[in-house]
């Protein structure tokens, strides 16, 4: 078997993103209908978008259009672009005082005259649904992800793993490229709770494809367009990207662009076991995560059991 052909590798499965996220998403509102009878508030959730970035504004949308969908009480905050960092941070505070609001999304990037930790650091943990918080980062990393909430990206990836893997990752090799504190860190984080033996990965790493090689589990998340190559997969690895590049595509047009991620799809697919496709896997999870943890947090403030995701 030393030259079998790679034609004859049994092609990955296709990690449908989509189909999970609507799974998630059906049961969140399962849960906010539960909550609801119940006598409590509907999950709230405020979006804030600082200027009027025209992609920020189509994923602020969205997400204001599933809470919708949801049954959430669902507000997004519009500011100009020049707003102060003190009238953000004073809108942050009305917020966290809204009995009404649950999670408080800031959406970054923020501009570059706010200071971004200031803003994320004034956000009520509680109500922290991006997880970007100190108090949800720390609690996340000494194993308290029960009183936590965990970065969306990240716990959508885990949930993505585990559809494939089962809820037992205990002693695989998981490699992560990439150490943002969006996604990276907090991916390696909830891998390493799960008993993965964690490799965190990035741009001054040596030798990515011999790292590459042990990893049962790989999750790229550095924003380089197709930079983890087929032949660095393990076979029967399950491949997870986090990226989302938007390159030039002029074979569909002048001008034209194309969404690609981390990973070389179609070379990783003939080595991997399951691969997420880009767009179409991580993506849609991010979303439901984000739901998700809206009903996490109501149900915490309503002093009910909050399910999990
Ligand atoms: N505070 C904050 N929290 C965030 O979670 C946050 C943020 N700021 N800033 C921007 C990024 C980006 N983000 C995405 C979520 C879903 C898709 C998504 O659903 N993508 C689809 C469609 C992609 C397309 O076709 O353009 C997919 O991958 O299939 C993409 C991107 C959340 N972000």
């Given amino acids: 078997m030393a030259h079998a052909p790679s034609s004859s590798a049994k092609a990955a499965a296709i990690i449908d993103g989509k189909a999970v996220a609507a799974d998630i998403t059906a049961r969140v509102a399962a849960g906010t209908a539960e909550l609801v009878a119940a006598g409590a508030l509907p999950p709230g959730l405020a979006v804030v978008l600082v200027g009027e970035d025209a992609a920020s504004q189509v994923y602020v949308g969205a997400k204001g259009k599933k809470a919708s969908e949801l049954g959430f009480h669902s507000v997004q905050h519009t500011l100009p672009v020049d707003t102060s960092q003190a009238d953000l941070l004073a809108l942050v505070a009305t917020l966290n005082r809204d009995p009404a609001i649950h999670g408080i999304l800031v959406q970054l990037p923020l501009p570059a005259h706010i200071d971004t930790t200031a803003v994320i650091e004034a956000i009520e943990p509680a ?6 918080h100190p108090i949800n980062v720390g609690r996340l990393a000494i194993g308290e992800r029960d009183r936590a909430l965990v970065s969306c990206t990240p716990a959508g990836c885990l949930v993505l793993i585990k559809r494939v893997l089962g809820d037992n990752l205990s002693g695989k090799d998981a490699l992560v490229i990439g150490r943002s504190n969006i996604v990276g860190k907090p991916m390696a984080q909830l891998l390493l709770q799960e008993s993965c033996t964690v490799t965190i990965a990035h741009s001054r790493s040596r030798d ?3 790292l ?4 049962d589990i790989l999750v790229a998340a550095v924003g380089r367009p197709e930079m983890v190559r087929g032949d660095w997969i393990k076979p029967g690895a399950v491949v997870i990207d986090v990226g989302m590049n938007r390159i030039p595509a002029p074979e569909r047009g002048a001008g034209k662009t ?7 799809y179609a070379e990783a697919a003939a080595h991997a076991s399951a691969i997420t496709p880009v767009p179409g896997g991580v993506g849609p999870m991010t979303i439901a995560m984000l739901m998700a943890n809206t009903l996490v947090a109501a149900c915490r403030a309503a002093g009910r059991p909050a399910p999990t995701f």
Avoid at 258 to 264: K, Q
């Fill in 127 to 132: 109500k922290d649904v991006d997880g970007f």
């Fill in 208 to 210: 990515l494809p011999a």
């Fill in 212 to 215: 590459a090689a042990r990893a």
């Fill in 258 to 264: 194309r969404l690609v991620g981390d990973v070389a």
